[in-house]
């Protein structure tokens, strides 16, 4: 824009152009901000380990945006929030499996129940 001439004869046109490209840039910084933010917030939150019904509804309304971006250490806060525990066996069973069970911090619906842990020893899906 400081190159403008004022003299060109195109000189409105340029400049009314560069003025919306330079328009839709702050409103792209102004949307990734925001998006940075919620993710600081959310980041706050687990490592606060307040982690309420709310706020995991709205952790997974966003996991697929959020998660990606998140370093590993942040994946694993971030998992720690919602689990209390995980056991894996030493090896892999025979069907593949390596988890034993999981222990989450808050209810959750699986099956049409209301459980606290997962535990495949002891679960026999119907399929």
């Given amino acids: 824009m400081d190159n403008l001439s004022v003299s060109d004869k195109h000189y409105d046109k340029k400049y009314e152009d560069m003025q919306v490209r330079l328009d839709k840039l702050y409103d792209e910084?102004?949307?990734?901000?925001?998006?940075?933010?919620?993710?600081?917030?959310?980041?706050?939150?687990?490592?606060?380990?307040?982690?309420?019904?709310?706020?995991?509804?709205?952790?997974?309304?966003?996991?697929?945006?959020?998660?990606?971006?998140f370093t590993d250490i942040e994946k694993k806060t971030f998992m720690k929030s919602f689990l209390a525990d995980v056991n894996i066996y030493e090896e892999a069973q025979a069907d593949g499996r390596i988890l034993r069970s999981l222990k989450f911090r808050f209810p959750v619906f699986f099956n049409g129940k209301e459980i606290y842990e997962l535990d495949w020893d002891n679960f026999h899906p119907s399929i």
Avoid: A, M, P
Wanted: charged share 35%.
């Fill in 29 to 69: 910084i102004k949307d990734i901000e925001t998006l940075i933010e919620e993710v600081e917030t959310r980041l706050y939150n687990i490592r606060q380990e307040k982690i309420s019904g709310d706020n995991v509804y709205q952790f997974l309304l966003f996991f697929d945006r959020l998660y990606d971006r």
